[in-house]
Each structure stands twice: as C-alpha cells, then as structure tokens.
C-alpha cells in the first residue's frame, strides 16, 4: 500500500525493486522512527513513521484516502512531537501539500531531492506557543547538482472523522 500511495499522491511508477523499499523500510525507517499502522476490517489502510521532530512517512492506502485517516496519523505525530516538525513533500504532489497547509505546516525551502530528482519543499509547524525550533537536516540541493538523502511526509486531525480504523501503535524509538 506504500508503494501504490506514493505513485498515486506524486504521479510517477516507482521503477525501484519493492525488496529495495521493504529493505529502506526495515533498515533505515523502522530503526529511527515511530511507526504507526492504521487498519480496518480490510487491513492496514495507513502508515505513518515518524520522531520527536519530524514526520519521515506517511501514507493512505488509495481507496481510504480522504475519509480522515491521514488526519488522525498528523494529529498522533504532532501530539507526540517536541512542538516542532518538518518533512519533505514533492512539489508535484499538491494534494499533500495542501494537506499540509491546511494542517498548519508552511513552506520553508524548495529545492531538488537527489534520488527522485523531483522538485521538493520542505515544510514546517511549530505548536502554537511554542517557541522556534532548531533547524532541520536538509536533504534539498540546488537545482542542478544531485546528490544524496531521502524521506517524507505527515498530517492532523480531522474534527469530524467517523472512520471505523483503528490505529495500532508498533513503535520504535528514535
Ligand atoms: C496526503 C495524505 C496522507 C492525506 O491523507 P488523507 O487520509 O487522504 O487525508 P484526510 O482524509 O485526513 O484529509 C483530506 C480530506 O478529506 C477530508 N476528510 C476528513 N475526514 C473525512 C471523512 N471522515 N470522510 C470524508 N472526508 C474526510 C478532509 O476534510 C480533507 O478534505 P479537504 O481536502 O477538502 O480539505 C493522503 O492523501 C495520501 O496518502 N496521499 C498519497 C501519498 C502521499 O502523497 N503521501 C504524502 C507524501 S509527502
């Protein structure tokens, strides 16, 4: 469901192997993030990974996207975080990034991410109150020289949400 969420939300065939991503996803993702699984009677329907100060991953599987699910996850991670937040969203995909926006996050920065070469915006939110936050890790370079890196995505809470999915925590520390 990763997989088919990402080439729905960004509009491109991932040409990588899906042992390549299972591979990202069990040694680089899980050691160094929380993740979060939401499921329904169907099976997992949603996907967040996320830390104290970031959101590395999140992802809807495509026939539940927009019934609040992704809501609930950006919600869990904000609600976990150490008021502050940033992720990387592609600039293409304008449905996350008006998710984002709508969720309070702001743009901070555009530039190119190395592995998809896809023009990427790092955006950002700050719990109100609370005060500025460090400055995130980049993984944007400028246009024209590639380079390395990757990651990913989030969102809040919807007030009026009556999806039946459940979200089951199998965390991992940072
Ligand atoms: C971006 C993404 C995570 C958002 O998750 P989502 O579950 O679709 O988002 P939500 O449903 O919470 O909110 C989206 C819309 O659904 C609405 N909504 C919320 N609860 C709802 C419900 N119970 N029923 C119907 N609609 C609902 C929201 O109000 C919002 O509407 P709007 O677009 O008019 O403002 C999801 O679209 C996705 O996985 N996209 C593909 C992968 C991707 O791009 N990931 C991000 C990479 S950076």
Known sequence: MWRASFEWGVGVTDPYPVQEQSAYLLGHVVPSHRVVVAHDDSGIVGFLAFTDDSVGQLYVRVDRIGRGIGSRLLQL?????????????????????????????????????????????????????????????????????????????????????????????SSNGP
């Open 77 to 169: 991670a904000k609600q976990q975080s150490s008021g502050h937040l940033w992720l990387y969203t592609f600039a293409r995909n304008h449905r996350a990034l008006a998710f984002y926006t709508r969720h309070g996050f702001a743009e901070v920065a555009r530039g190119v991410e190395p592995t998809w070469q896809l023009e990427d915006v790092r955006m950002e939110w700050t719990r109100p109150g609370a005060p500025a936050g460090p400055a995130p890790p980049s993984r944007l370079r400028p246009t024209s020289s590639p380079a390395a890196d990757a990651v990913a995505p989030e969102v809040e809470s919807p007030a009026s949400t009556p999806s039946p999915t459940s979200v089951a925590t």
